[in-house]
DNA sequence: TCAAAAGTGTTTATAGTACACCCATGG
DNA sequence: CCATGGGTGTACTATAAACACTTTTGA
């Protein structure tokens, strides 16, 4: 017996990306402008159709490059949603997909041709269909993420300060964490360089600049720990 | 401009279960005998297809049932494998679920005329397409799971001994544990209570049952904590 | 000279780990 | 009376948390 698949039902399976990025202050992320019907001129999470002779990685990758221009990112798939009627116009199962990516980096990519845009997470507006409950689902995975893994390098320019740091953290975390108590644990951790430049933009003093230790990062990604902050 | 919807490609979409269970001494997964091409005989999780009037939770609970007679269980959404020729018929998704059982509570259900079995972890037989890449992701997820969460209740007899559920932990995070340090452990998550009656199976002496406090696992199930074993 | 951010250590509390002996009972 | 699993506690170590003052320098 040969089960008949061409018995079974196709539906349509969309892949929805929600990228956060960091500008030294709010953790934001990136929305666009439909401009299609239905929901035509809402925002939206970066989505888009799966084709027949991809992966589901590969149309999230594809996805963004064509909706946002941005390249070159590595995102991780996080839950499959399936309400019946979550996309009005037809059944659609939508995979979400999350990234963090430094603002800075892509800020070219996302010229004005595309309808982009960042938005501080306090002040997102309203998306369509299922995505907000999307996003509230990457945000606590990310949160959940940033105590177990080390987290950063993603998200801010090769050469950052400590501060810097210590405000990603409280930016995803959603909370004041004590400068000390974090430069002793991030330094326990092992994982930065301190360089001998200082950035003096921010104080009179200046602060050094530190960069991630690629290899030693690496190493801490594929064990976990537990940040407590 | 209405978006063609019907320009873009349907998929099948398959969801497959991990169904571990505990024999108070291995922890095992349940499989099916596949009656059907392709892979006729062979051994593999137990999945089916979603249909369009339904969500991915229901399609799991109603395949498991269909499948194993097994009903009345919470299935948790984990992964969806997307590779282009994982099913060699047709381009097939599939979004896996796993859930935890109590062998015993589901002995009657899992009756002759159902093609299910239960295999020690260690002696699982090779399955199927991407199968036991499922089955791994799935054992990981649960260990990690089981540190951050308390877990047992699903697994074992409504009565316990504390032996038990070390051997339950043993099996899941497949190591040993310190008797004493495990005890002090169970007990300060305070999510057990401690019966009159003694276990006299296992021991001349008879040992202590004990039950979950369901108010307090499930607080406990809220907020993630963390174990260390 | 002072404003503004950088940098730095100690103490206390909590949680984790390692470890060994006596107890109760049925056979 | 003894074999078997049940039950119990302490000392040590590591990590987390709370907390405040001095340094630097450009304006």
Known sequence: MLKNYSAED???????????????????????????EPEKGKWSLIGGFLKKNETLDNAATRILHRLTGVHNIYMEQFYAYSEVDRDPVERTISVSYYALINIENHNEELSEHFNAKWFSLSKAPKLIFDHNEMLEKAIRRLQRKARIKPIGFELLPEKFTM???????????????????FINKINSLDILIKLDEKDMTSSTKGSFLYKFDQEKYDDKLMSDFYIKL
Chains 1, 2 share one sequence.
């Open 163 to 181: 501060l810097q740091l210590q405000k990603l953290y409280e930016a995803i975390l959603n909370k004041k964490i004590d400068k000390r108590n």
């Open 10 to 36: 196709k539906v349509l399976l969309a892949v929805d990306c929600i990228i956060f990025g960091f500008d030294n202050e709010d953790l934001k992320i990136l929305l666009i402008k439909r401009d299609f």
